[in-house]
T-cell receptor
């Protein structure tokens, strides 16, 4: 199956700093998703991004499918951005979409 | 508000016991999923279901069982055959809009073997 790798594994930032998280995947994909898991374990879908760039507030994501990577940018980080960021590659079958997750980037934003 | 409810939040199991984790959704989603998360790792798919009375094994189904008797409910049983059940379990559902499968996750159940 497809392999999904994320870097860096851990990141510590001061509030207000910017960061870039990377996701590499081993095979061509039709889509890619980014999730944020807060410190209490809740997963929230951030972006559904097969290619190109999308922006949502201070977060943006870019996927270059031909080169098999995606980037998540966090600007002007806040303590509420802390948690684990996952990218995941979907395999769609009928009404279901099975996700293969990377191992995540754990982000800690300090005051 | 629509969403997914998982219960209990914390569960302790003795060696050799079966336990059942509950997952209920009121989003009218067809597909439901169970994922397992171990410390420092990503999520791995245990089982998924596309429709009532149908379910498929994921990547790590051994030692687990599921049922889908109602569209809203997808309980997961962790059996005594699961050798290392201590983990964080997440239930999810998807609603399909065109080619976009919008994922909604529950808040998880943390299972510990004592």
């Amino acid at each position: 199956g497809i392999q999904v790798e994320q870097s860096p594994p851990d990141l510590i930032l001061q509030e207000g700093a910017n960061s870039t998280l990377r996701c590499n995947f081993s095979d061509s994909v039709n889509n890619l998703q980014w999730f944020h898991q807060n410190p209490w374990g809740q997963l929230i879908n951030l972006f559904y991004i097969p290619s190109g760039t999308k922006q949502n507030g201070r977060l943006s994501a870019t996927t270059v499918a031909t080169e098999r990577y995606s980037l998540l940018y966090i600007s002007s980080s806040q303590t509420t951005d802390s948690g684990v960021y996952f990218c995941a590659v979907p395999l769609n079958t009928g009404t279901a979409s099975k996700l293969t997750f990377g191992t995540g980037t754990r982000l800690q934003v300090t005051l | 508000d629509g969403g997914i409810t998982q219960s209990p939040k914390y569960l302790f199991r003795k060696e050799g016991q079966n336990v059942t984790l509950s997952c209920e959704q009121n989003l009218n989603h067809d597909a439901m999923y169970w994922y397992r998360q171990d410390p420092g790792q990503g999520l791995r798919l245990i089982y998924y279901s596309q429709i009532v009375n149908d379910f498929q094994k994921g990547d790590i189904a051994e030692g687990y069982s599921v049922s889908r008797e109602k569209k809203e409910s997808f309980p997961l049983t962790v059996t005594s055959a699961q050798k290392n059940p201590t983990a964080f379990y997440l239930c999810a559902s998807t609603g399909r809009t065109g080619g976009n499968y919008g994922y909604t996750f529950g808040s998880g159940t943390r299972l510990t073997v004592v």
